[in-house]
């Protein structure tokens, strides 16, 4: 069974430029999450989509920061305007539902100069 | 609101060795879920272990425990026969039997000396 697929791997751009990063998740998983992680500190939830609805997407910046899953199945995270404090590891993960493991990709670091 | 607590921000183990992490976490609901998540260099967040917290008994995995005390809120993990492939960060995680997303502590990062 294949696993999480993110992409790209790393990121590196200029603040004020667009950047998106997109998600596989395991076939058949209805949640998917998107978590950042900043240096020295686990992963903190920005959005989560039960099929294609974004049911908790209270941490996610919404001046800057959008996503969508389009279909159920796969998803892109997009950052527009980008900053220097975007500079983390951007992690997804997916489940069956809510009570079960979660498992992640291998993330997309991203690097804001 | 859900926390975790891993007080232990570097641990070092001998190969061969056993080596027991340790994670506290605060919360007033009765049913929850604990896991250790394993995150090596390669940034892949890897589950080892799962605690679901109706359950009395501590889970287990190969070589990968856990001593679950459920009034005193303690998850710890361990590790035996350590192996330099066990080196890596590792979170502890809390998650509610609800609309909630994982709560992570903020990680150990565990050397394996050969």
């Known amino acids: 069974e294949a696993g999480v697929v993110q992409s790209p791997r790393y990121k590196i751009i200029e603040k004020k430029q667009p950047v998106a990063f997109w998600c596989n998740p395991i076939?058949?998983?209805?949640?998917l999450y998107w978590y950042r992680q900043n240096l020295g500190q686990g992963p903190e939830l920005l959005i989560r989509?039960?099929?294609?609805?974004?049911?908790?997407d209270s941490q996610l910046p919404k001046d800057r920061f959008s996503a969508e899953r389009l279909k159920g199945v796969d998803s892109t995270l997009k950052i527009q305007p980008a900053e220097l404090g975007d500079s983390a590891v951007y992690l997804c993960?997916?489940?069956?539902?809510?009570?079960?493991?979660?498992?992640f990709g291998p993330g997309t670091r991203l690097t804001v100069l | 609101a859900q926390t975790v607590t891993q007080s232990q921000p570097e641990m070092s183990v001998q190969e061969a060795e056993t080596v027991t992490l340790s994670c506290t976490y605060d919360?007033?609901?009765?049913?929850?879920?604990l896991f250790w998540y394993k995150q090596p260099p390669s940034r892949q967040m890897i589950l080892v272990i799962r605690?679901?917290?109706?359950?009395?008994q501590n889970a287990t995995e190969n070589r990968f425990s856990v001593n679950f005390q459920k009034a005193a809120k303690s998850f710890s993990l361990k590790i035996s026969d350590s192996q330099l492939g066990d080196a890596a960060m590792y979170f502890c995680?809390?998650?509610?039997?609800?609309?909630?997303?994982?709560?992570f502590g903020k990680g150990t990062r565990l050397s394996v000396i050969a």
């Open positions: 076939s058949g998983h209805n949640t």
């Open positions: 989509y039960e099929n294609e609805e974004a049911v908790d």
């Open positions: 995680a809390f998650l509610f039997s609800g609309n909630t997303p994982l709560v």
């Open positions: 993960a997916s489940s069956l539902d809510l009570t079960v493991t979660q498992y």
């Open positions: 919360t007033s609901e009765s049913d929850y879920y």
């Open positions: 605690q679901e917290a109706y359950k009395q």
